[in-house]
């Protein structure tokens, strides 16, 4: 079985660009989580979808994010523009409903210069 | 609001001892609680979930415990050796099985050989 998978591993772009992570959850999965580390800091919550809904997204930053999970299947979370402040680690995870362990994906590394 | 703190933020021992990694939270309704392993540039691997009703789980040299009364986990590793050697990180999941996890800082485990 595929684990939590996250596309691009890296991605470099300057300020004012536009960036758009991607999360494949485990298949089956309904609660998919967006999580970020900045340098130096803890691993801080963005948002929750449960299938297609959001759950909680008390943890988005600014307007400048936006998380989409059209069809409860693969998210997205689209940085626009980038500020140098959102470089760090975006983690992705899912959970299957019930309670059960987070399963992380490799983590996309975004660096805004 | 709950929050999660791991005690030391760094550990070196030589290899061979036995240690204890240590993780504290303030709001004592969790519904379960999880420890995971992190390489450098790398995602989390996760080591040990236990649910609220437990007290303990054990895989290989790893033995978690949690005591959600002092609002305290402990992961003990037998044996250390210098494949451990990586950040490990306390995660938290309040109330239900559709919160948001909460992470600790981690704490930073080098082992000599």
């Known amino acids: 079985e595929a684990g939590v998978t996250q596309f691009p591993s890296h991605s470099v772009i300057e300020k004012g660009q536009t960036v758009t992570l991607r999360c494949d959850p485990i298949s089956g999965h309904d609660n998919l989580y967006w999580y970020r580390r900045v340098m130096g800091k803890e691993i801080k919550f963005l948002l929750h979808f449960v299938k297609e809904s959001k759950q909680d997204e008390s943890g988005m930053p600014n307007n400048r994010f936006l998380a989409e999970r059209t069809g409860g299947t693969y998210s997205t979370l689209k940085v626009q523009p980038a500020e140098l402040e959102d470089s760090g680690v975006y983690f992705c995870a899912s959970t299957v409903g019930g309670g059960g362990g987070a399963f992380f994906g490799q983590g996309t590394r975004l660096t805004v210069v | ?113």
Not at chain 2, 47 to 57: A, F, H, T
Not at chain 2, 89 to 103: D, G, T, W
């Open chain 2, 1 to 113: 609001k709950q929050e999660v703190t791991q005690i030391p933020a760094a550990l070196s021992v030589p290899e061979g001892e036995n240690l204890v990694l240590n993780c504290s939270f303030t709001d004592s309704a969790i519904y379960n609680l999880q420890w995971f392993r992190q390489d450098p540039g790398k995602g989390l691997t996760s080591l040990l979930l236990i649910q609220s009703s437990q007290r303990e789980q054990t895989s290989g040299r790893l033995n978690a415990s949690l005591d959600k009364s002092s609002g305290r986990s402990t992961l003990y590793i037998a044996a250390s050796q210098p494949g451990d050697s990586a950040t490990y990180l306390c995660a938290v999941r309040r109330y239900s099985s559709a919160s948001k996890i909460i992470f600790g800082s981690g704490t930073r485990l080098s082992i000599r050989p």
